[in-house]
C-alpha cells in the first residue's frame, strides 16, 4: 500500500471529506496539530495515527483516546489494526473510511436516456412557467363554475388559495424529501409534477363527467374514472419519488403503483367491495352538460321504461346469488 | 318541508318506545296527570274509575324481551279478546319478535302482577295490528264494537304509558281521518309511548280502536276495530296459527301497493305549474305537497321547490317504512349564469335530491339503475329509474325515478318520485305515467 484514502462520511453514507496521505506516519484528531483535524467534539485531541509497521504494511494505532476507536462494521475496539483494501471506524460519532489508492472502482454507468433524461428536464423553471399558470387558470375555472351566487370572485379566490397553499405544503414536503434523499430539493420539478398531477385530475374528473353525460353512460364510466384518476395518481407518485429519490426506477415503479391502488380503494371502496356499497344510496350520476354535447339519440318514453325491465332479471340474478351464498 | 312544519305520527312517535326515551317525556307526562285528576275532580262523576277497575284485568302490558339478556328491547301494551286467551296489539310493538324471532320472546305483565308468555299467531302489517295468544289466558277480556260511534262520543283508551302502570285517558272519537291513506280514527285523548296496542273503548266497554301513535299534545290516532275483529275471526277460521306469517305478510304489502297503485294508474295523473311547465301535483288525497321558494338576494338564480309525500306509511322495523310515495320538482332559472355554470348548478342541485332512502343491508338489496336520455311531449330529459328488492319480500320493490329536463341553457326542471313497496312492473307503470305527466304549459 503506496497511499492511504481517509474519509470521512456523512449520516448517510456519502463523503464530507477526502484526504490523500502520502506520508506515513500521520495523525487524527481533534487538534490543529494533526494531519486531519476531525470536528467533532467526540474525538480525543490526539486520537490516533496511522503507520508503516515493519513488514511495510499500513497499521492504525489508538493513541489512548478516551471514546477508543471502534472498527465497523464488528463494533470492536481496537488498538492497533493492519488495514485491508477498505477498512470503516467509527471515532466519537464520526465514521472514518481507509482505502488503499489502488482501490478498484466500477466502470463508468452508461449515461441514461429515456425516463431519467425526462426526470432531469422536468427541473426546469421555464417548463413551470408554462404549466404552474394553467393550474391556477383550471383552478379557478373550477371555483368559477362551482359558485353560483354574485360572490363568485370570493370563491375563486378561496380555490386559489387553497390550491396555492395546499400545493405549496405539498411540493415542499417533496422537496424536503428530495434533499434527504438525493441532496438537493428539486424544488422547480416538484412543483411541475404537483401541477401536472393536478390537471390530470381535474381533466379525468370533468373528462369523465362529459363522456358519461354524452353517451347516457354509467357503470363504465364509473370504472374507467377510477381507472384514469388511479393512472395520474400513479404518474404523479412515480415522477415525485423519480425526482426525489436514489432508489432504481423498478422499485420507484412498484411503489407508485402501490399508492396508486391504495389512494384509489380509499376513494372509491364500493367499486372494488359489493359489501362496502350502502344499500340506500341511489347509485347513480346524473350528469349535466349544456344539451349540444348529447352524442347518443333520445329513447322515447315506452322504449325506456320497457327497457328497465331488465332491471328485474338483474334484481332476480343478485337474488339469487344472495341465496346461495346464504341458503 | 312538510316534515319539520307539520308533526308526523306514524313513524317517528309511534307509541312503543325503547327504555331510555321515557326520562326525556317524563316531566311532560306528569303535568298532563295533574291535569287529568284536576278535570275529574272538577267533572264530580268519574266514570274512568269505575272503567278502570272494571277493565284493568284485560290489558297486558307486552314486554319483548331479549333473550340474550332477558332484558326488554321494546314495550307496548295489548288487550284481551275472545275469551281472553288472544291479544291483540301493534304490529310494531312486537316486530322485534317477527323480524328476529330467534333473539327475542314476548312475554305479558298485567296490573294485577299476572305474568306469561306470548306467542305471535298472526299481522296485519298494512293497519299495524298483531294477534298473540297469551300463556295462561287472561280472566278478562274486550269486545270489539260492531259499529262506529258518533263524533265526539266519549272514548276511554287504556295501557301503560312509558313503562309507569297502567293509566286510562279519557278524549272523544273524533271521526276518521281525512283524505288517510291507511284509514285512522282521530282520537282526542293524549296517548304516550308503552300504550301502543292498549284499547280505545266506549263507556260500554265496546273496543272502538286500537291505540298507535300520537301527533302530540290532543292529536292521537287508532286503528279501527274492524280490522282487529277481522284478524280475530281469520285466526279462528284458521283453527290457530297462520302457518307462513312471512308469506302472508307478503301477500298483505302486495295487495296493498295493488290497491294504491291501481287507484293512482286508473286517471290521468293531477298536475300544477312549476314555471313554464306542467308537473305531477296532488296525485292522490293523501299526498300533501308544500312549496319553498329560495330567497336569499344573492344567487344568481331563481330557484322553486316543491314535494310532496303520503306522509303515512306502513312500519316495517325502525329503519324500515314502506307503502309510501313521494315526489318533487326544482325549477331552476338564472339570467346571468353562462351555459355551463348554470349546468353545473343544476347539476348539483340534481345531485343534492333524493340521493339515498332509508333501510339496512339486510332488509333491502342494492339499487339496479339504468339511465339514458327521453324525449316525451316536445322535451328532451336525461332520466334514470332505480329498483331494489325487499331480502324478506321477494317480489316487493323499491322504485326510484329521477330526470332533469335538457335543452335550455338557462333554465330547467328535475324531479324524483319514489315508490316504496311495490310490484316491479306495477311500479314502473306509475314512473313512466309521471315521467309522462310533464310538460310544457300551454
Known amino acids: ?327 | 318541508m312538510g316534515a319539520d312544519t307539520l308533526p308526523l305520527y306514524p313513524m317517528g312517535e309511534s307509541l312503543s318506545m325503547p327504555f331510555f326515551f321515557r326520562i326525556v317525556v317524563l316531566s311532560f307526562c306528569c303535568g298532563l296527570w295533574a291535569g287529568i285528576s284536576a278535570a275529574e275532580a272538577a267533572g264530580g262523576a268519574a266514570p274512568s274509575r269505575d272503567l278502570f277497575e272494571r277493565h284493568r284485568s284485560g290489558i297486558v302490558q307486552v314486554r319483548i324481551v331479549d333473550r340474550a339478556t332477558g332484558e326488554k328491547t321494546s314495550i307496548g301494551s295489548g288487550f284481551a279478546v275472545q275469551d281472553g286467551g288472544l291479544v291483540v296489539t301493534n304490529y310494531h310493538v312486537v316486530a322485534d319478535l317477527f323480524n328476529h324471532p330467534d333473539l327475542h320472546r314476548a312475554e305479558y305483565l298485567s296490573d294485577d302482577n299476572r305474568r306469561g308468555e306470548l306467542v305471535l299467531v298472526d299481522l296485519d302489517i298494512v293497519h299495524d295490528l298483531a294477534l298473540v295468544r297469551a300463556e295462561p289466558a287472561l280472566p278478562d277480556f274486550f269486545r270489539l264494537a260492531a259499529e262506529m260511534p258518533g263524533r265526539g262520543e266519549k272514548l276511554f283508551a287504556m295501557g301503560n304509558p312509558l313503562d309507569l302502570g297502567l293509566t286510562i285517558v279519557e278524549g272523544t272519537f273524533s271521526g276518521f281521518i281525512q283524505d288517510a291513506m291507511y284509514e285512522q280514527i282521530h282520537f282526542t285523548g293524549s296517548l304516550n309511548p308503552g300504550m301502543s296496542g292498549g284499547p280505545a273503548f266506549l263507556e260500554n266497554g265496546q273496543v272502538v280502536g286500537v291505540n298507535v301513535a300520537t301527533a302530540g299534545n290532543q292529536v292521537s290516532f287508532l286503528v279501527p276495530a274492524r280490522f282487529a275483529a277481522s284478524l280475530v275471526d281469520e285466526a279462528l277460521d284458521d283453527g290457530g296459527a297462520a302457518d307462513d306469517l312471512l308469506e302472508k305478510t307478503r301477500r298483505q304489502l302486495l295487495g296493498n301497493q295493488e290497491q294504491l297503485l291501481a287507484r293512482l294508474l286508473a286517471s290521468p295523473l293531477a298536475v300544477s305549474e312549476l314555471g313554464p311547465f306542467v308537473v305531477p301535483g296532488q296525485v292522490a288525497p293523501y299526498v300533501k305537497c308544500w312549496g319553498q321558494t329560495a330567497t336569499e338576494s344573492d344567487l344568481l338564480y331563481s330557484q322553486v321547490v316543491t314535494s310532496c309525500s303520503s306522509e303515512e306509511g306502513i312500519y316495517l322495523s325502525d329503519s324500515l317504512a314502506t307503502g309510501q310515495i313521494f315526489y318533487g320538482h326544482t325549477f331552476l332559472e338564472s339570467d346571468e349564469l353562462d351555459p355551463f355554470r348554470f349546468a353545473a348548478l343544476f347539476e348539483s342541485s340534481l345531485a343534492e335530491s333524493q340521493s339515498r332512502l332509508e333501510g339496512s343491508a339486510e332488509e333491502v338489496g342494492d339499487f339496479q339503475c339504468r339511465r339514458d336520455f327521453v324525449e316525451h311531449n316536445g322535451m328532451n330529459f336525461t332520466a334514470a329509474v332505480c329498483f331494489r328488492e325487499y331480502q324478506r319480500f321477494p317480489g316487493l320493490y323499491d322504485a326510484v325515478l329521477k330526470a332533469a329536463t335538457l335543452g335550455e341553457a338557462r333554465r330547467g326542471l328535475h324531479t324524483y318520485v319514489v315508490l316504496t313497496g311495490v310490484d316491479f312492473g306495477r311500479g314502473l307503470e306509475f314512473l313512466q305515467k309521471y315521467l309522462e305527466a310533464i310538460g310544457w304549459k300551454r
Open chain 1, 1 to 327: 500500500m503506496e497511499e492511504v484514502i481517509l474519509e470521512i462520511l456523512g449520516r448517510t453514507g456519502k463523503v464530507k471529506e477526502r484526504h490523500r496521505l502520502a506520508e506515513l506516519p500521520a495523525t487524527v484528531g481533534r487538534g490543529y496539530g494533526n494531519h486531519v483535524v476531525v470536528d467533532d467534539p467526540y474525538v480525543s485531541p490526539l486520537h490516533l495515527r496511522l503507520e508503516r509497521g515493519e513488514d511495510g504494511r499500513v497499521a492504525v494505532r489508538d493513541l489512548g483516546s478516551a471514546n477508543g476507536t471502534v472498527l465497523l462494521p464488528a463494533a470492536a475496539k481496537i488498538d492497533r489494526l493492519v488495514l485491508g483494501p477498505e477498512t470503516l471506524l467509527r471515532l466519537g460519532h464520526t465514521t472514518l473510511r481507509l482505502r488503499d489508492a489502488a482501490f478498484a472502482v466500477p466502470e463508468a454507468q452508461p449515461l441514461a436516456g429515456g425516463i431519467e433524461s425526462f426526470m432531469a428536464r422536468l427541473d426546469s423553471g421555464r417548463l413551470l412557467a408554462l404549466v404552474l399558470p394553467l393550474t391556477l387558470l383550471a383552478a379557478a375555472l373550477d371555483g368559477y363554475f362551482s359558485s353560483f351566487d354574485d360572490a363568485e370572485i370570493m370563491s375563486l379566490v378561496f380555490v386559489l388559495v387553497v390550491v396555492l397553499v395546499g400545493g405549496g405544503v405539498w411540493v415542499s414536503l417533496w422537496a424536503l424529501a428530495s434533499r434527504g434523499m438525493a441532496g438537493r430539493s428539486y424544488f422547480f420539478a416538484h412543483c411541475t409534477v404537483a401541477c401536472l398531477g393536478l390537471l390530470g385530475l381535474s381533466l379525468v374528473d370533468s373528462g369523465t363527467s362529459l363522456f358519461s353525460f354524452a353517451f347516457a353512460l354509467e357503470e363504465a364510466v364509473s370504472w374507467g374514472r377510477a381507472l384514469a384518476a388511479a393512472g395520474c395518481l400513479g404518474l404523479l407518485f412515480f415522477c415525485h419519488l423519480g425526482v426525489a429519490s436514489l432508489m432504481r426506477h423498478r422499485s420507484v415503479l412498484g411503489l407508485s403503483i402501490v399508492l396508486a391502488l391504495v389512494l384509489t380503494l380509499l376513494f372509491e371502496p364500493d367499486l372494488f367491495f359489493d359489501d362496502w356499497q350502502d344499500p340506500g344510496q341511489i347509485p347513480v350520476s346524473l350528469p349535466i352538460w349544456p344539451s349540444g354535447l348529447q352524442m347518443v339519440a333520445s329513447e322515447d318514453t315506452a322504449s325506456f321504461f320497457g327497457a328497465a325491465t331488465e332491471l328485474r332479471a338483474r334484481l332476480d340474478d343478485e337474488r339469487r346469488v344472495r341465496e346461495e351464498e346464504e341458503p
